[in-house]
């Protein structure tokens, strides 16, 4: 059974930095595509950034770019996602899921974390 457990959420000041985890406990079986997707208050969940645990596709969003840093660590089947410099639009639900297809696209995503608050302060 794939299971998604996030860790790492928090309240940070602007400009500050935070890491949240995601431990894909199916990855060995078929999940080759790991990305982080978040939900603001009222606003639709939108693509954050993604990866390919061969690191053959790396993608991030252009709010984040240059900000957020995405990097896995193969043998704990977890990925992370390094936040800096974050503003206070960054607030949201941040969730990370895991797929067959190296894309942006949420539906494409099967398997889902419960989601952990990232709250940035101003």
């Known amino acids: 059974q794939v299971q998604m457990v996030e860790s790492g959420g928090g309240v940070v000041q602007a400009g500050g930095s935070l890491r949240i985890s995601c431990e894909d406990s199916?990855?060995?079986?078929?999940?080759?595509?790991m990305a982080w997707f978040r939900q603001a208050p009222g606003k639709e969940r939108e693509f954050v950034a993604g990866f390919r645990w061969t690191g053959t596709w790396t993608y991030y969003s252009d709010s984040v770019k240059g900000r957020f840093t995405i990097s896995r660590d193969n043998a704990k089947n977890t990925g992370y996602l390094q936040m800096n410099s974050l503003k206070s639009e960054d607030t949201a639900v941040y969730y990370c899921a895991a797929g067959m297809v190296a894309t942006i696209r949420e539906s494409d995503y099967r398997y889902w974390g419960q989601g952990t608050q990232v709250t940035v302060s101003s």
């Open positions: 199916g990855r060995t079986f078929r999940s080759p595509v």
